[in-house]
């Protein structure tokens, strides 16, 4: 068989990364990160990566690769993972991309567009609009020239909300046209995308397992060695999902089991926002809609009937 390039797509606690690891093993296929969390080093637990277990299986890539004082940007996540895919080409070994990052998947087939720099005066103009002005309003605003963009930032996000009013303000176009501009780094005929979009009820209790788990595992020790570190926290570790909700109990401020139940809320609010980005980026992408693991391989072996399991 040629090499191949899969993308697996998906969002948190849909079974990705059960998928990618038994495709790997059936194509004897390597994989590659493409969940913008899962690059921290320092987030094992929280953000689920795979378990040296699984990764002693098939070969992994850009897995806890970048410290959480290093923000990592869509830009260079993509160059990484660029250079590694040429090289595993060179090789000639079939590649796996896997991960809820729907930009990172957007960046990949529909390119990443060259947006000219944006002043530094006009980065700190901004910041001081939003805080003067609150999130609602700036959103509000923004909407008015650059309607995705601020339908699709997530509530909360305010460095996402800020970039995109920045770039609108410095180039006088919108950040969503720019990005419509760029090139695709992956050629349309080189890969094949799914997106795993189990029940939602399924979803949402797999997401409440996830966080018992986690808490069993030392998910509350994690997050109190990352906040003792004491780091920007508008920096993207300090953002992922759990964090903000894990760090109250860990300062003191909620009980184990309200700071529990408020991670849970939020995971499967994230898990709803990339179910939305899923339906509306990626409807051409085939859906495994299995509520199992092994649901989801067979919908997925009639996609690829060529694949054996081994």
């Known amino acids: 068989m040629e090499p191949r390039i899969w993308l697996i797509a998906g969002p948190t606690a849909s079974g990705k990364s059960a ?73 000639h070994r079939p590649v796996i991309l896997v991960g809820g990052a729907g930009l990172y998947f957007r960046a990949l087939t529909r390119g990443l567009a060259d947006i000219p720099p944006v002043p530094a005066q006009a980065r700190r103009e901004a910041e001081l609009e939003f805080d003067q002005m609150g999130e609602s309003a700036f959103r509000g605003r923004l909407g008015a020239y650059d309607p995705a963009a601020a339908a699709r930032i997530a509530p909360g996000d305010r460095q996402r909300l800020v970039r995109a009013w920045e770039v609108f ?91 529990l139940a408020a991670a849970k809320r939020e995971t499967r609010r994230y898990a709803k926002r990339q179910l939305t980005w899923l339906r509306g980026q990626m409807a051409d992408w085939p859906r495994l809609a299995g509520d199992t693991a092994e649901a989801q391989w067979r919908q997925f072996l009639a996609l690829e009937p060529s694949l054996t399991r081994t």
């Open 169 to 259: 303000a410095a180039t006088g176009t919108p950040l969503t046209d720019w990005q419509e501009t760029g090139r695709p780094s992956l050629a349309p005929e080189a890969w094949r995308g799914v997106a795993l979009e189990p029940p939602r009820e399924t979803l949402y209790a797999r997401c409440d397992a996830r966080l018992e788990a986690m808490a069993a595992q030392g998910a509350l020790d994690e997050v109190a060695a990352l906040i003792a570190r004491n780091l920007d926290p508008e920096l993207p570790a300090m953002k992922a999902v759990g964090v903000r909700e894990l760090a109250a109990h860990v300062r003191g401020e909620a009980t184990r089991e309200a700071a």
């Open 19 to 91: 998928l990618a690891l038994q495709l790997a093993e059936a194509a004897d296929a390597e994989i590659v990160n493409a969940d913008s969390m899962q690059l921290y080093r320092d987030l094992r637990i929280v953000t689920a990566r795979p378990s040296p277990q699984d990764e002693s299986r098939a070969p992994h890539h850009l897995f806890g690769i970048a410290d959480a004082a290093d923000a990592w940007s869509v830009g260079r996540w993509l160059r990484a993972a660029g250079e590694l895919m040429a090289r595993l080409a060179e090789a």
